[in-house]
């Protein structure tokens, strides 16, 4: 997956269209992220033990990784990401607008 957890992205399509966060949590096997303050969903827990107290509970739940996109730090736009080899070796991520080096 071209997207990695601390990334800042935007997302793209759904109810949070247009909203950015960072990536907290990736999901590569079902291809989802969960995103900070993004698809915000209340649940209702039961209380369990002694200290957990029940009631509504507000989650971030995943959203599948097509509907997000990363943000450039060089040139602050949403984008493509693509791969290219540096000098020494190594895969780094490319921007796709301005061809600079993500990380």
């Known amino acids: 997956m071209r997207l990695h957890a601390n990334d800042n992205v935007m997302v793209t399509k759904g109810r949070d269209r247009g909203k950015q966060g960072h990536i907290t949590r990736v999901d590569s096997k079902h291809n989802k992220v969960v995103v900070e303050g993004i698809n915000i969903v209340t649940k ?28 450039c730090v060089h040139c602050s736009k949403p984008t493509r990401i693509s791969y290219r080899y540096l000098g020494d070796g190594n895969k780094a991520r490319v921007c796709a607008k301005c061809e600079e080096v993500i990380e």
Do not use: R
């Open 44 to 71: 209702h827990q039961k209380p369990t033990g002694a200290f957990q107290q029940g009631g509504l509970i507000k989650k971030e739940m995943p959203i599948p990784a097509a509907n997000v996109s990363l943000l």
